[in-house]
């Protein structure tokens, strides 16, 4: 649970100085797939998980990372991102790289890190999906939606398939300090065909955490007055 993960972060950073003085964490969140407009699924649980907890959570300060374009792709990812830059606590960090220069770059070196793209040191990171990751000493969490990929290969293009060979889920999920899913089911997945056990202390790993997709509230009808006495 990203909230939960935080509130360890609160007390040592990776530098293992004490912050339990200052409940401010700066939490970066990978959002690079919000840059090619009309945001789909995974995008749209981006934006909301991250409206809720910005809204929930003022104290703590949400860096927004975005790469590729500054012409096409940066403007996807404010018009996507909205009202939410509006707030305070929340910045929005955008790189000019083209996006299949970063990726092979990543792929290849592990760099640039993710301390150099973010530009300044965040506590904890936040992955809404899979993707070509960098290095980083900052503790990372992970959403796995799900693992059709690899159970059924077949529904996907060459293409695609190719994209998950080379972006490594399984060293993703290994390399992660918690994951996300939001079934049983995905999580189940994920002990089977990765090997993810348990919480595991030694590997400063929290495990996996099941957290549902909720319902946006925009989905949820509001009692207008001649609804009273029915």
């Known amino acids: 649970h990203l909230q939960g993960h935080v509130s360890r972060v609160r007390e040592q950073d ?16 990978d959002a690079r797939h919000l840059t090619g407009g009309n945001p789909s699924g995974i995008g749209q ?3 909301a998980l991250l409206g809720a907890m910005a809204a929930a959570h003022p104290e703590h300060d949400f860096l927004i990372l975005s790469t590729g374009s500054p012409h096409k792709a940066k403007p996807n990812a404010e ?4 009202n939410l830059l509006e707030r305070p606590h929340v910045t929005h960090v955008h790189r000019s790289i083209i996006n ?4 092979f770059s990543i792929l290849l070196t592990g760099r640039p890190s993710f301390e150099r793209l973010f530009g300044v040191p965040v506590d904890v990171i936040w992955c809404p999906n899979i993707n070509f990751l960098p290095r980083t ?7 796995f939606h799900d693992l059709s990929y690899a159970m059924m290969p077949r529904l996907y293009s060459l293409r695609r398939r190719l ?3 080379l972006v490594r889920p399984k060293a993703i999920a290994r390399r992660a ?3 996300i899913v939001p079934s049983k089911t995905t999580a189940m997945d994920l002990e089977r065909l990765y090997e993810i056990t ?7 790993r929290r495990g996996i955490e099941v957290i549902p997709h909720g319902v946006d509230e925009m989905f949820s009808p509001r009692p207008q007055p001649q609804d009273h006495g029915v």
């Not at 348990?198 to 400063?204: A, H, I, Q, Y």
């Open 45 to 47: 649980y981006t934006l």
């Open 79 to 82: 018009q996507a991102l909205g």
């Open 100 to 103: 299949r220069v970063l990726n």
């Open 137 to 143: 000493n900052t503790p990372l969490v992970v959403t």
């Open 163 to 165: 994209w998950h060979t």
């Open 198 to 204: 348990t919480p595991n202390p030694s590997l400063k």
């Open 14 to 29: 990776a530098r293992g100085i004490s912050r339990t003085s200052n409940p401010s964490v700066r939490i970066g969140v």
């Open 177 to 179: 300090s918690a994951l």
